[in-house]
């Protein structure tokens, strides 16, 4: 199934409705904590506690939860190295080069020239988000764009820039926690379907009507590309706005956790076991349905769990419950849980103190 038909399938279902405005990776949490009786304490925005009886039975620092060490954290940031052991472990990924940012542009330039053209990805080895990545490159000005686009996100201007083979498919993340499979949702690139009579702004603003009831999708709003506000797309035709599918970038969320073949599933899995210490993971492939292939692109320590709670369409799931039952099933297991870090008033002061040396 292809990118268009999918889309063209699920717009004829209704979209979600949700009781609430605003959405948070921490709704899920919440609700988790409720059913199984535990606390939530947030001393801080970058910290959270969870509590049993009053004693702290596990934590997350910003989004990533205890259950994934800061070995793991380090490793999915730095893509290269995350790839490198997908690939010793027999994982299916797409075909890839590094090119260092300083030295290898002529290189990767040469590689681009070779006859991967457009269908090449250009991306920094440690964006987040979507952020600096290129999809298809038609012509050596794209390219010079692309790289200079990759180098520019790259935190660390050390690390190398990633030519990679594009794949086409469904981009699907699926949440992997403690070695199993939890919830997959696919996310859509940003898109209208024609009616035959509307113009891309028309269905640009209605679609923008829907989003604003969903919690997630509401803070991301679709934008008409330049030059196409007057296009009248033929009726059923799906018309994409961009080519990512990043939420924040308006792509749109669709459950498929039943959809999801048993192989794909068990990709994912492979994929979080290749890292030591993944104990939460988001593992985005692009992956075909029907023949039950697929390759990982990326790890994600730190994946919003809105994208599975708030879809707006397909069933909501609630990943963070599967975290909380490994933290309540480790503290019935009598293993006392102490923080990696201090916390609370002396974390405050610490950073307090970084911001005072700074000003100096």
Aim: contains cysteine; hydrophobic residues 40%; proline residues 6%.
């Amino acid at each position: 199934m292809t990118l268009e038909e999918f889309a063209a399938e699920v717009s004829r279902e209704s979209p979600n409705a949700f009781a609430i405005e605003r959405g948070s990776h921490f709704d899920g949490y919440a609700s988790a904590c409720r059913d199984l009786g535990l606390e939530l304490r947030r001393p801080d925005p970058k910290e959270t506690g969870f509590y049993r009886g009053g004693r702290l039975i596990g934590e997350m620092r910003g989004m990533v939860p205890d259950l994934t060490s800061d070995e793991a954290v380090a490793i999915c940031k730095d893509k290269t190295r995350a790839l490198d052991l997908l690939k010793a472990a027999g994982v299916p990924t797409p075909q890839s080069r590094y090119f260092p940012p300083e030295t290898g542009y002529d290189d990767a330039m040469r590689h681009w020239a070779e006859g991967q053209g457009d269908r090449l990805v250009v991306k920094p080895s440690d964006s987040y988000g979507g952020e600096g990545i290129t999809v298809g490159v038609a012509d050596a000005g794209a390219f010079r764009q692309a790289w200079d686009l990759a180098r520019a996100n790259l935190s660390d201007p050390s690390l190398p820039i990633i030519l990679e083979e594009r794949i086409d498919g469904l981009d699907v993340r699926a949440i992997i926690v403690e070695g199993r499979f939890v919830c997959a949702a696919t996310r859509v690139q940003a898109h209208v379907v024609g009616d035959g009579r509307s113009t891309v702004a028309a269905l640009v603003a209605a679609k923008n009507e829907t989003r604003r009831r969903n919690p997630y999708h509401s803070n991301y709003a679709l934008r008409v590309p330049a030059g196409q506000d007057d296009a009248i797309p033929a009726a059923g035709q799906v018309w994409l706005l961009t080519a990512r599918a990043n939420i924040h970038q308006g792509g749109e969320a669709v459950d498929v956790t039943d959809r999801l073949p048993p192989t794909l599933r068990a990709i994912a899995e492979q994929a979080a076991k290749a890292i030591p210490g993944l104990g939460v993971a988001g593992v985005d492939l692009i992956a075909e349905f029907e023949g039950g292939t697929g390759r990982v692109i990326e790890l994600n320590t730190s994946c919003n769990f809105c994208v599975h709670t708030y879809p707006i369409h397909g069933t909501p799931r609630n990943p963070a419950r599967a975290v909380l039952d490994c933290m309540v099933a480790r503290a019935n297991r009598g293993v006392l849980y102490r923080p990696r870090r201090s916390r609370g008033l002396v974390a405050r002061l610490g950073r307090r103190m970084k911001r005072l040396f700074r000003r100096a």
